[in-house]
């Protein structure tokens, strides 16, 4: 019950969170960490949607992967609720999931590393989140936007009706994110151990086993998709000196306590040292710089973030001396901007004029002298004074 409790507290918060106050849950996706890195490292820029807490919590999972293993699929994760929830609901249907020979389970388990790579390259490439119009965690947990094809609710349907009969096939043989975990679950301190001596070859550890491991033929789990449930352990019977073959290294509440304290850990490095999420600098850097920080309206996204740039980087009357560097954390609302310039160069109001005054457009061939006005208002900034 911990771990399932856990489960439903996870999932009825993003729920509530997406559905009730409009929040968007792909900015707490660990997945769109690795989606974004490239992008951030290259450009100084997210993909659209993203956000820099898609870093601190993709660094906060792999850290309790590194620590229990791929718990977070098993304690926290969303979609893998969700598969668990098909699989309780399966066995009103039939008693027992249906069993995929090893040798095709193996085989479908690699697909999922296949995806992870055309998610990554594409996004990469791209800058955009090109898979989300099929994406079924987007289509499950979104508020159903325009940007969702009917291909996403086929995908997310028949992934549905899947595990009611197969025990998690998207966690086993989809999943992308657990093609980046793998490799670091592989070496993490949480194992299910076996002793031969006393096994009596029942085969119920790797029967009850929801990522269909075959626990009993291994001495000490090296299978990376281990969801650290322990359920192998709750049901491996007593031999005849009233102990278990099988053990865990941590148990259930460890794990669990393990999860919720990295959860914890990056969402308060997340508040206390929140990175820009779109920087973009010009010029060499001189010895001494100083900052300004502003707090402008109708700077939301990327897009805009952009624009803001464009006006900071204009080559006619406002233009600002050569070096420049611009940190900006968008927000519906009001956003903060830092620009950073050589001391002694520029004035706030140099700035905020930069920003604030209409870009006469000269090198447009088709429409000489074209007026581009500024959209952005700087707070406590007067153009009149």
């Not at 290294?249 to 306590?257: D, E, N």
């Not at 620009?339 to 002694?344: A, L, M, N």
Request: aromatic share 10%; hydrophobic share 45%.
């Amino acid at each position: 019950m911990l771990r399932l409790s856990l489960q439903l507290a996870f999932l009825t918060l993003t729920l509530v969170a997406v559905f009730v106050f409009g929040a968007n849950c792909e900015k707490w996706c660990p997945f769109g960490g690795a989606e974004s890195l490239y992008t951030y490292i290259n450009e100084g820029a997210l993909t659209c949607s993203l956000a820099v807490s898609n870093f601190y919590i993709l660094g906060g999972v792999l850290l309790m992967t590194l620590l229990v293993g791929r718990g977070f699929c098993g304690y926290v994760c969303p979609l893998g609720t969700i598969g668990r929830l098909c699989g309780m609901a399966g066995k009103c249907v039939r008693k027992e999931p249906i069993n995929v020979p090893r040798p095709l389970d193996a085989a479908l388990s690699t697909l999922k590393y296949a995806v992870a790579v055309a998610v990554l390259a594409l996004t990469w490439k791209t800058g955009e989140l090109v898979f989300r119009a099929v994406d079924p965690c987007y289509a499950l947990l979104s508020r159903h936007g325009e940007d969702i094809t009917v291909w996403a609710y086929i995908i997310s349907g028949v992934i549905i009706v899947t595990s009611i009969f197969i025990s998690l096939p998207f966690c086993r043989w989809l999943c992308p994110l657990a093609a980046i975990l793998n490799p670091v679950a592989a070496v993490s301190r949480f194992r299910i151990q076996r002793n031969k001596e006393t096994c009596i070859q029942c085969g119920k550890c790797a029967k009850i086993c929801p990522m269909a491991i075959a626990v009993d033929k291994n001495y000490e789990k090296i299978i990376a998709r281990c969801l650290a449930c322990t359920d192998c352990v709750d049901h491996c019977p007593k031999n005849s000196g009233a102990t278990k073959t099988l053990r865990s290294t941590f148990s259930r509440g460890t794990v669990a306590a393990v999860l919720l304290a990295c959860l914890l850990f990056s969402v308060s490095v997340y508040a206390m040292f929140p990175l820009a999420s779109f920087t973009k600098a010009r010029g060499v850097k001189p010895q001494q710089t100083e900052s300004v920080t502003l707090k402008i309206d109708h700077l939301t996204c990327r897009g805009t973030a952009n624009r803001l740039w464009f006006y900071l980087d204009r080559d006619e009357l406002y233009a600002l001396p050569e070096y420049l560097f611009v940190e900006v954390w968008p927000d519906p609302t009001t956003a903060t901007v830092r620009v950073t310039f050589e001391s002694g160069q520029v004035s706030r109001n140099d700035i905020c004029r930069a920003v604030t005054e209409p870009y006469i457009n000269f090198a447009d061939a088709v429409s000489p002298g074209q007026i581009l006005h500024s959209p952005f208002v700087v707070h406590g900034y007067d153009p009149l004074q």
